[in-house]
């Protein structure tokens, strides 16, 4: 997952870039997306180990 989330993180930075983003900013929104990327596969992992528990 941590491959994914940086995957998506890079692709997230150079679209801000594209977007003439600042650097900063660029970084902030790859850093966004990097976080939503990991909460969003822990809260499936939690939910999956929540059905197969029943």
Same mark, same amino acid.
Request: hydrophobic share 55%; net charge positive; charged share 10%.
């Given at each position: 997952?941590?491959? $994914?989330?940086?995957?998506?993180? =890079?692709?997230?930075?150079?679209?801000?870039?594209?977007?003439?983003?600042?650097?900063?900013?660029?970084?902030?929104? =790859?850093?966004?997306?990097?976080? =939503?990327?990991? $909460?969003?596969?822990?809260?499936?992992?939690?939910?999956?180990?929540?059905?197969?528990?029943?």
């Amino acid at each position: 997952m941590t491959l $994914t989330g940086s995957l998506i993180a =890079a692709a997230a930075g150079y679209l801000a870039r594209r977007d003439h983003a600042s650097y900063p900013a660029a970084l902030t929104r =790859a850093a966004v997306a990097f976080t =939503a990327t990991l $909460t969003l596969a822990a809260t499936l992992v939690t939910a999956l180990t929540n059905l197969a528990r029943r």
